[in-house]
């Protein structure tokens, strides 16, 4: 009997064993058409998905909200029902000047300074992609001509802490190349439960400039950084692709 999830709102009916991990539900609307025979499946609380096929292989897109909490939950529903290759394709502020705004982070490891990959263990473990994903955004990217940068980002909890200059400048001196919010979790949990995980996250704040003003800009579709969305969605579909063909 089909197990349906108690926040995502799916069983195993959906026959997919990828899935697209955006945070914000709207941006399936924008992965729609990358999709044939696509189809609405549920929406609840943060939980948007659909499901369709690109080149053959079948794919779902389920939006998990924003944080590590929203997305983890999301990991543990989607790994119940057999989903076993999982791409968040996300946003990010840049901490290095070189990252220009639509550019993309093929993200290799991930600083955890989130609450949710620390409730699963130890902060000491590694919060890192599966190797074979990782090559196979590389690849893609190489081959669409793509501009992307592979290197570690932060994940953390809020944009709006009394320190966030101040923070920002620390992990800038160490060459972290920009911050997100899901990426640690979704790392350390898939490791854990045995899921292949990979992070794309699209610039969407130039270096030192102001997340909420950038942010609303990319929100109302006014930015640059639109263009990047666009190829990290092709990008994860082509890794797909790669890895199951």
């Known amino acids: 009997m089909p197990q349906l999830q108690p926040h995502i709102r799916l069983d195993q009916n959906h026959g997919s064993v990828c899935a697209l991990l955006p945070g914000d539900p709207a941006r399936l609307d924008r992965i729609k058409p990358f999709l044939t025979d696509e189809k609405e499946l549920a929406y609840n609380r943060e939980y948007r998905s659909l499901v ?55 993200v290799s490891g991930a600083v955890r300074d989130d609450g949710t990959s620390k409730t699963y263990i130890d902060p000491i473990f590694p919060a890192v992609p599966d190797s074979e ?3 196979a955004c590389v690849s893609a990217a190489k081959e669409r001509g793509y501009r992307y940068h592979t290197g570690v980002a932060r994940s953390h909890d809020s944009f709006y802490t009394d320190r966030e200059t101040e923070i920002d400048a620390y992990w800038s001196r160490r060459g972290v190349l920009g911050a997100d919010m899901e990426t640690a979790a979704l790392y ?23 997340t909420l003003d950038a942010i609303g800009s990319y929100v109302d579709g006014e930015s640059a950084a639109m263009q990047g969305e666009t190829h990290e969605i092709q990008i994860a579909l082509d890794a797909f692709v790669r890895i199951l063909k």
């Open 52 to 106: 369709g096929s690109y080149n053959g292989v079948k794919v779902l897109a389920v939006s998990t909200g924003i944080g590590g909490a929203s997305a983890g939950i999301a990991v543990e529903e989607l790994k119940n029902l057999g989903v076993k290759n999982m791409i968040r394709i996300g946003s990010c502020g840049a901490l290095q000047p070189q990252v220009k705004i639509g550019d993309l982070i093929l």
């Open 188 to 210: 350390t949990i898939g490791h854990l439960r045995g899921i292949r995980t990979m992070s794309i996250l699209n610039n969407v704040v130039a270096f030192e400039e102001d």
């Open 133 to 135: 994903l990782l090559f």
